[in-house]
């Protein structure tokens, strides 16, 4: 059974960090391309940032410069540092694993989320 399990967030005022993490099971981590999302209240989720399987990273215009994901491999473990925390970035955030099985098909999992409020 696949599990993607976030924790890490809160409420923080503007200005603030926060870092978020995923624990992943049920899937050959090592393998997977990570990924966070994010949907604030009336908008379509977002991708905040991914890292594949080899380390490369991509990122919203809106974050870069303050958010930066990594990996874990030896953990089964994805990060989301955020620094310099907006308003704007007040959303439910949601970890994303993306691969391929063993045997060809394809798999995408969601996490449940966590919530993420910055205070003006």
């Known amino acids: 059974q696949v599990q993607l399990v976030e924790s890490g967030g809160g409420l923080v005022q503007a200005g603030g960090s926060l870092r978020l993490s995923c624990a992943a099971s049920?899937?050959?981590?090592?393998?997977?391309?990570m990924g966070w999302y994010r949907q604030a209240p009336g908008k379509q989720r977002e991708l905040v940032a991914d890292?594949?399987?080899?380390?490369?990273?991509n990122y919203a215009d809106s974050v870069k410069g303050r958010f930066t994901i990594s990996r874990d491999n030896a953990k089964n473990m994805a990060y989301l540092q955020m620094n310099s925390l907006k308003p704007e970035d007040t959303a439910v955030y949601y970890c994303?694993?993306?691969?391929?099985?063993?045997w060809g098909s394809g798999y995408e999992y969601w996490g449940q989320g966590t919530q993420v409020t910055v205070s003006p």
């Open positions: 994303n694993a993306k691969g391929i099985r063993a």
């Open positions: 049920g899937i050959i981590f090592s393998r997977a391309a």
């Open positions: 890292v594949t399987s080899g380390g490369s990273t």
